[in-house]
């Protein structure tokens, strides 16, 4: 017999919140005029913005930490098989988005369908956000379930967290830490082909590259271990002292292991971890208190909507940006003061941005965070939609 659960809708809003980060984040109207908090951090460094991704991580679990007391933390047959399962349906969910619409949009007019075709599937990058998340949300689940105890887990965690920059240090030499001259990249270039991997940086290196799975399921065992607590904790009140206590250490030792290991989120440092982590903490401290104590959950019914259906979420925002914003094109001609003729091809997307957005705030980084926002609420009122109907799509 399972004991029933205590129920925490303050890890529903976190969540929630984290997938409206991403969305905002991921689609400004301009990507050259974005306010600095709303940026990444070029390499070493962390801004608001860095913080999103490992937030999800971190949340992810926290939600396993409840999810898998039916299998009394025990790693078994049916466990397995559900995260196995689980991780192969959201892996290839991410890799689908990846190569959404599934057929290349700028064909070379030299070239026919069929090689086109053949070199667009060749350029399809492997690895992604969604893609990160299973495989973290696969290794993280099989340690916990395998390691069970609450200070086995810890243990554990500071393994991953340890092993990780040993292997960057012994590997990569003096400079193990540099987009040049780390390991991670040239591990995925290795194993999936340099066409296949990121090129954002100017050279192969995929931010959600396999090296970093190590300390991703680190994010995640640090979620399932906040989850084990406040779990186990009969008085909420305990839970959040207790949270704010863990958030508090986590961001101090991940700011003093900043000074040998460097806050870092491509590579997914160390240090990062836990100073992305101790603010995870902190964040779910600060909701449980006046959500779940407070009962000021109304006030936050959008974001908890976004939480009960993350992956509907991000996906279908994904799909939207691609769709406006590559395959719904025309091309005008727009007159020239001298009488001459200009081609000017719109997308949906950019007509949206300067006729709407740009032609409010003008060219500014006001007008490309509005952009954002508006895609924002249109996934949290679809996200409404489904809660209000209480339609919960899972994987």
Request: glycine share 10%; charged share 15%; with cysteine.
């Amino acid at each position: 017999m399972i004991t029933k659960l205590p129920r925490y809708v303050a890890l529903d809003v976190l969540r929630g919140m984290t997938v409206a980060g991403m969305i905002l984040v991921n689609n400004p109207g301009s990507w050259g005029k974005i306010f600095p908090p709303l940026r990444h951090a070029p390499w070493d460094g962390c801004t608001p913005t860095d913080l999103v991704f490992p937030f999800f991580l971190f949340v992810v679990g926290a939600a396993m930490a409840f999810s898998f007391a039916k299998y009394q933390e025990g790693l078994n047959v049916q466990s397995m098989k559900k995260l196995a399962k689980r991780s192969l349906a959201i892996f290839m969910v991410g890799l689908a988005l990846n190569a959404f619409p599934f057929y290349p949009t700028s064909p070379d007019p030299a070239l026919s369908f069929g090689e086109n075709y053949v070199n667009w599937l060749g350029r399809i990058r492997i690895l992604g956000v969604l893609q990160r998340i299973a495989l973290c949300y696969f290794v993280g689940g099989i340690l916990a379930l395998w390691l069970k105890s609450g200070r086995r887990i810890l243990w554990g965690m500071g393994f991953l967290l340890v092993l990780h920059p040993l292997i960057l240090r012994l590997l990569g030499g003096p400079a193990w830490s540099t987009l040049e001259g780390n390991v991670a990249g040239p591990i995925d270039v290795a194993l999936f082909g340099d066409a296949h991997v990121y090129h954002g940086y100017g050279i192969a290196f995929d931010p959600e590259g396999l090296f970093g799975v190590l300390s991703g399921s680190a994010t995640v065992l640090l979620g399932y271990l906040m989850g084990l607590l406040i779990r186990k904790t009969s008085e909420k009140m305990e839970a959040v002292s207790k949270l704010y206590t863990i958030g508090l250490i986590c961001l101090g030792l991940g700011s003093v292991l900043n000074v040998w290991v460097p806050i870092n989120k491509p590579l997914w440092s160390s240090s990062y971890v836990l100073y992305a982590g101790g603010w995870a903490i902190v964040m779910l401290a600060f909701f449980i208190y006046w959500i779940d104590i407070r009962g000021k959950e109304k006030f936050f019914t959008p974001f908890k909507a976004l939480g009960m259906n993350p992956l509907f979420a991000f996906v279908m925002a994904g799909v939207f940006s691609k769709t406006f914003s590559r395959i719904i094109k025309w091309t005008v001609m727009l007159p020239q003061e001298d009488g001459t003729f200009v081609e000017k091809t719109w997308s949906l997307s950019s007509w949206f941005y300067q006729n709407c957005c740009v032609s409010i705030f003008g060219a500014t980084e006001m007008a490309s965070l509005l952009y954002a926002l508006i895609y924002v609420a249109i996934f949290t009122a679809m996200a409404l939609l489904l809660y209000r109907k209480r339609i919960v799509i899972k994987l």
